[in-house]
């Protein structure tokens, strides 16, 4: 009988003691939440990856007119330019946010005095620890002002390519691009005379006929400054580079139209899903953080299918949306080996992986591709030869 005694007052300790814990944690919890969520916040982001940098990040959140949450991140070894948050909700202690741009998103506890949120960022499908710590005048870290914006060209100017250097690409160089940097300066690494062709006069590969063969297979870095100050529009930059591919690989061609395999970019059934960009001016941006995630930046629907046409599909792409303006947005798939180029091993798809882009773009954008046969726009090589020297 005492022992049974025992046995219930046992219990009756451990339920007072589970109580007092529970209650403790309610407590922390309230007193997390008294402290607000709302400020500045800032960490370290670790990155493990080799030859990779820890970075220093800052975490503003605020309230908007509505009441609802907005945050901004800076990465302040990166720049410093500040970068919207595309969701953010705090709820039961948990902080999340995300950055569909850059493929971002983060996801922490806040502790029990209210002082710091422990959790990861997530990148790419890779996780890493980010303990952001509340802020205060004598702890927080300065945020590099960001450079002013380059001036733009006047509309109207007719821009050249003053100083331009061409050079064979190293055969060790990874990467590839073509961008314009600060200042108006065009730059371009591992870029073939296709691509330059392809970029300039908004073409596919199938598009360009009876080239020689090195023109899609050497491989060029160019470096060159516009004649004017200010930065281009669109229409001028690749005027520029036309007048380089003349200049500099003799590029003579006539237009033709032909009969082509081609896709048509049109609205899905349940409209488009994607938001039109804050900026509806200034130069397009797309960026690949590996293949099949694509983020789109301030771009209109013609420059995003002469971007699939050029870097993803193997045939023209139409556009056929009735979208205006200019968008900005994510797209992630799992590639298959008729994209880019066919040049690309595709890795095993994970159990969680993305699905194929055909699905992807309805899924995630409202936008679809039908495959149909179309009279396209060709160019036919009439000479061209070997970048002259610098």
Not at 71 to 94: A, C, L, R
Not at 183 to 207: A, E, H, P, V
Not at 344 to 368: I, W, Y
Request: glycine share 8%; hydrophobic share 35%.
């Amino acid at each position: 009988m005492s022992r049974l005694t025992c046995v219930v007052r046992g219990a009756g300790v451990v339920a007072f003691a589970l109580l007092l814990i529970v209650a403790a944690g309610s407590a922390a919890m309230a007193q997390a939440a008294k402290a607000g969520i709302e400020d500045t916040w800032q960490g370290t982001l670790h990155v493990t990856d080799p030859g990779g940098k820890d970075l220093r990040t800052v975490l503003k959140i605020s309230k908007d007119e509505k009441g609802a949450l907005t945050g901004q991140m800076f990465s302040i070894d990166q720049g410093g330019q500040g970068i919207k948050t595309s969701s953010i909700s705090f709820q039961d202690g948990v902080l999340k946010y995300g950055i569909e741009r850059i493929d971002l998103t983060y996801e922490g506890k806040i502790s029990s005095d209210g002082r710091s949120i422990t959790g990861a960022a997530t990148q790419g499908g890779t996780p890493r620890p980010l303990i952001f710590e509340r802020t205060t005048p004598a702890t927080a870290w300065a945020i590099p002002e960001p450079p002013p914006p380059t001036p733009r060209m006047a509309a109207d100017a007719n821009p050249t390519f003053e100083v331009a250097t061409v050079k064979p690409s190293k055969p060790d160089a990874q990467g590839w691009g073509i961008q314009v940097i600060p200042g108006g300066r065009f730059r371009t690494l591992n870029t073939t005379l296709l691509d330059l062709i392809k970029f300039s006069y908004d073409l596919q590969d199938k598009q360009v006929v009876e080239a020689p063969a090195w023109v899609a297979t050497d491989k060029f870095d160019v470096s060159a400054q516009p004649d004017i100050p200010g930065l281009p529009n669109e229409r001028q930059l690749k005027n520029m580079v036309q007048k380089l591919l003349t200049d500099r690989f003799q590029l003579k061609f006539h237009d033709d139209k032909r009969e082509l395999s081609a896709y048509v970019l049109r609205v899905s059934k349940d409209g488009p899903k994607i938001k039109k960009s804050e900026s509806q001016d200034g130069l397009p941006g797309y960026g690949f953080r590996g293949l099949g995630i694509l983020s789109v930046n301030n771009s209109d629907m013609d420059g995003f299918c002469r971007m699939m046409q050029a870097s993803v599909l193997d045939r023209p792409v139409v556009n056929q949306t009735a979208l205006e303006g200019r968008w900005s947005f994510l797209l992630k798939w799992t590639p298959d080996e008729s994209q880019f180029g066919g040049k690309m091993k595709m890795p095993e798809p994970a159990a969680d992986a993305p699905p194929p882009l055909f699905t992807a773009m309805p899924e995630q954008l409202g936008l679809k591709l039908d495959a149909e046969k179309a009279q396209v726009k060709t160019m036919v090589i009439d000479h061209v030869d070997k970048p002259s020297d610098n």
